[in-house]
């Protein structure tokens, strides 16, 4: 059997895994990739098998020489088999990694990174935007490499359910002012406030915001708003129905909210999910970034913080739109 291109090169240590930026898909005799890019491959016929069967095997990083006894074993035969095996080099389908590396290779930095890490306190507030947090927060913490903590408020709990933010994010996820869980025995919201070292508010809702900017401190989100040292970065990301995101009594209290040092996150222009038509459902309020830019915004505005920007009036950041209102 010939090696494949680009494998008969490669070095000791050198492994070919799937690439996470594709989906794969099979039934009635087919077997189908989309890329994240909007590439489509598929196969059909004996090559759906063998396609499948590499795909199965790049589960996990498998070295190269493992991958030459694989193609060789290869029912429909070597030769069919590293011609599937080239394409899928050449289509991206397989991502060449040294194990060492595999997390960054991945795209995965991973919060359990030695070093230094941020803390980062996620406030979920009860905007519909809510339902999609679980994505925002894997990609803060793949991204930033951050320990996560969530602070939800009670409607927040009506969009997301805290016993699956807590599983998936291997730590508590707090509501209750009063319930000291996990807090040292201390109020949760000095607690929380002190720890983190940075707080953010995603998505906020035009009632948290009011709250926010009035001191109106009677629930763990704005208490421990309220609470946090004034070093820490603040970062809030409005979330809302474009009337309420126009209303004075809000424009107001993101001003206040600005005036404190507090960052925002400047809405963007989404679409509310099922409105009866685009030109209905287009509007200006919804969460201003998608959850794979989130993290860029929070490591910027960190070091505009760093940089001795804080508590006083800052520009708004612009991270794009998404879908919500
Ligand atoms: C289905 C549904 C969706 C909502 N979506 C939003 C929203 O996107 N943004 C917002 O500001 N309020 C929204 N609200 C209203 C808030 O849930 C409500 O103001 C609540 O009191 C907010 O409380 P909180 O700020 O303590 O989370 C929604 C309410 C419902 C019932």
Redesign the pocket.
């Known amino acids: 059997m010939r090696m494949p291109k680009g494998l008969e090169h490669s070095q000791d240590g050198t492994h070919y895994t799937r690439n996470p930026s594709f989906a794969c898909f099979h039934g009635n005799g087919m077997i189908g990739f989309i890329g994240t890019e909007g590439q489509r491959y598929s196969y059909s016929g004996p090559e759906a098998a063998v396609a499948e069967g590499i795909w199965k095997a790049a589960s996990e990083p498998v070295p190269v020489a493992a991958w030459a006894d694989l193609l060789e074993r290869c029912e429909t035969g070597p030769d069919a088999a590293v011609g599937i095996f080239e394409a899928f080099l050449e289509r991206g389908l397989l991502l060449k990694v040294q194990t060492a590396n595999l997390n960054e290779a991945l795209g995965v930095a991973g919060g359990n990174t030695p070093g230094p890490r941020l803390r980062l306190l996620v406030c979920v507030?009860?905007?519909?935007?809510a339902v999609c947090i679980a994505e925002y927060l894997r990609e803060l913490w793949s991204q930033l490499s951050a320990q996560i903590r969530v602070v939800l408020?009670?409607?927040?709990t009506e969009m997301v359910n805290p016993a699956g933010l807590s599983y998936l994010l291997k730590a508590p996820c707090h509501v209750d002012m009063f319930e000291a869980t996990g807090c040292d025995g201390r109020p949760p919201h000095i607690y929380l406030a002190e720890w983190a070292s940075c707080v953010l508010v995603v998505?906020a809702?035009?009632?948290?915001i009011v709250r926010i900017a009035s001191g109106t401190f009677n629930?763990l989100v704005s208490l421990t708003v309220g609470a946090t040292p004034a070093q820490t970065p603040v970062i809030i990301a409005p979330?809302?129905?474009w009337r309420?995101f126009q209303s004075e009594v809000l424009q107001k209290s993101l001003q206040v909210c600005r005036e404190n040092g507090y960052w925002i996150i400047e809405a963007g222009y989404g679409c509310e999910i099922g409105a009866q038509n685009a030109a209905e459902g287009f509007s200006v309020g919804a969460l201003g970034c998608r959850h794979n830019v989130l993290p860029q915004l929070v490591k910027q505005i960190l070091q505009w913080h760093r940089g001795g920007r804080a508590r006083r009036a800052v520009p708004s950041i612009d991270g794009g739109s998404s879908v919500g209102?």
């Open positions: 507030t009860g905007a519909v935007a408020t009670r409607a927040a998505p809702t035009a009632n948290s629930d979330s809302m129905n309420m209102g």
